[in-house]
């Protein structure tokens, strides 16, 4: 695996290459980041995988300073998980002059649930991964993007943004690789105790439990789903938890289902912090 930081050197490593598949991360690399490198690998004709931790998503009070850098480690994973290249720009690499310039997400996707928690957060991201596909993508005829449906949110808005820029990219959601528990893997898992470990699976559980209620509320669900929604959290949080959100809506644009949704077109979705920790975590009903 060939290792490089710079734009020039990316853009030299990659000058043979007519449609990478490449998959954007903050390096602290698990089994869900290396899934999405398999899954990448027969897509294109050059794996790329990128790690750079990126200020620009992160609030003043969030975690940027702490996030888990484990750099050498992670290139061990890539090479053996098949990985042709990985670009690990320095924050000078990518920003050498503040970033004034941004993609601003429509705030109809990107101002809900995770975007009202973490204000700016979709922006953040969109304008590193519009920053990261030019670096990669640029002068190619085509290209993939491998997400995961972890960040359930944070793919629309990436699918959305290649939509409306028209960039010849494919974007590929792969589905949320879990522990053997049923913990969805997170880079953030590592700040857990081991006592909060164990924890962490009720989120996955209170998802489960709110979409079985919502399936049996699906004749009235509108009207029922708040009260649903607020036992969900009230259960969390007698455990311990801090939720900011857990909570029903459609797979098609994330506001809240209206009578005639169908219980095939609804995603169950959940943030909340158990200790220092903010954990969020999905299920498609
Ligand atoms: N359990 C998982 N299954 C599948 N994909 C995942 C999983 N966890 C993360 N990803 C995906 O990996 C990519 C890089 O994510 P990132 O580096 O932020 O890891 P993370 O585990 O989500 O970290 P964090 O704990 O900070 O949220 C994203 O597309 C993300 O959705
Ligand atoms: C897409 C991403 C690499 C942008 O920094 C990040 O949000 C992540 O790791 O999910
Ligand atoms: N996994 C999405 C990146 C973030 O939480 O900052």
Redesign the pocket.
């Given at each position: 695996m060939h290792i490089v930081h710079t734009l020039p050197e990316l853009r030299h490593a990659l000058r043979h290459a007519q449609r990478p598949a490449f998959v954007p991360t903050?390096g602290n690399l698990h089994a869900g980041h290396l899934a999405l490198v398999e899954q990448a690998r027969p897509l294109g004709d050059a794996t790329v995988a990128s790690i750079f931790v990126n200020r620009l998503?992160f609030l003043p009070h969030e975690d940027f300073d702490s996030y888990p850098r484990t750099f050498e480690a992670d290139c061990a994973k890539l090479r053996e998980a098949g990985c042709d290249l990985l670009f690990a720009p320095r924050e000078r690499d990518l920003y050498p002059e503040p970033q004034t310039f941004k993609v601003l997400p429509d705030p109809a996707l990107a101002d809900l649930l995770e975007g009202e928690f973490r204000p700016g957060f979709f922006t953040g991201v969109a304008t590193v991964v519009m920053k990261l596909f030019m670096a990669v993508f640029a002068g190619k005829p085509h290209g993939f993007g491998v997400f995961g449906k972890k960040?359930y949110q944070?793919l629309m808005v990436i699918r959305r943004m290649v939509q409306q820029f028209a960039l010849p990219i494919e974007i590929v959601g792969h589905g949320t690789e879990r522990s053997a528990d049923g913990l969805a893997l997170s880079s953030r898992n590592s700040y857990l105790s081991e006592a909060e470990r164990a924890e962490a699976l009720q989120l996955s559980l209170a998802l489960r439990a709110l979409s079985r209620d919502a399936l049996a509320a699906a004749h009235a669900l509108p009207a029922q789903l708040p009260a649903l929604e607020a036992a969900a959290m009230q259960a969390l949080a007698a455990r311990g938890w801090l939720p900011d959100y857990l909570t029903v809506r459609r797979r098609a644009d994330l506001l809240p289902p209206q009578a005639g949704d169908g219980s095939g077109d609804l995603v169950a979705l959940g943030a909340a912090r158990l200790g220092g920790t903010r954990l969020i975590d999905n299920l498609e009903i």
């Open positions: 903050m998503q960040d944070q």
